[in-house]
């Protein structure tokens, strides 16, 4: 393998230390395989990787919020699935609280969007599904707390 696609393969994230310290986003750099990251079975991306993008995912998608409840979309349990590819495109499987959402059509664009600018990611696909559909049930006490739904 040439330099070049090794150096491909690392993900650099911003570190919430680095950033504290620094008052900036300095990225740190995650191992690939290639590089010695810990492989994962059935996953080009090492285990580094994957534990350093999931989180930077959950926290661009906690900044999409449903327009008619003050609560993030992460919180209120509509995100199914998190997948992420060996090429770092992320999928995306998600609900709405009713198939009668007056943003159906706009919230998962809001989601692409909000992923795709995470640093490491290739890009995103965001599916609704109502298989489950979603319910009450769902939703972390964070959001049940902003809701007073307890």
């Known amino acids: 393998m040439m330099d070049d696609e090794i150096k491909s ?7 919430a230390d680095a950033a504290a310290s620094t008052g900036g ?8 395989v290639a590089e010695g990251g810990t492989p994962v079975a059935g996953s080009a991306l090492s285990q580094e990787e994957l ?8 926290k661009a998608l906690k900044t999409v919020y449903d327009p008619e409840i003050p609560s993030d979309i992460f919180e209120l349990g509509l995100i199914y699935n998190i997948d992420i590819s060996d090429n770092r495109d992320v999928s995306i499987l998600m609900t709405l609280t009713a198939p009668g959402c007056p943003v159906a ?25 109502f298989d489950p559909p ?17």
């Open 134 to 150: 979603w319910d009450q049930s769902r939703m972390s006490d964070e959001a049940r707390l902003a809701l007073n739904m307890f």
């Open 51 to 58: 534990d350093a993008l999931t989180p930077e995912i959950v």
């Open 9 to 15: 393969d690392v993900v650099e994230v911003p570190a």
């Open 105 to 129: 059509g706009e919230m998962p664009i809001w989601v692409e969007n909000a992923v795709s600018s995470v640093p490491g990611v290739s890009g995103c696909k965001a599916t609704i599904t």
């Open 25 to 32: 986003a300095d990225p740190v750099r995650v191992p690939s």
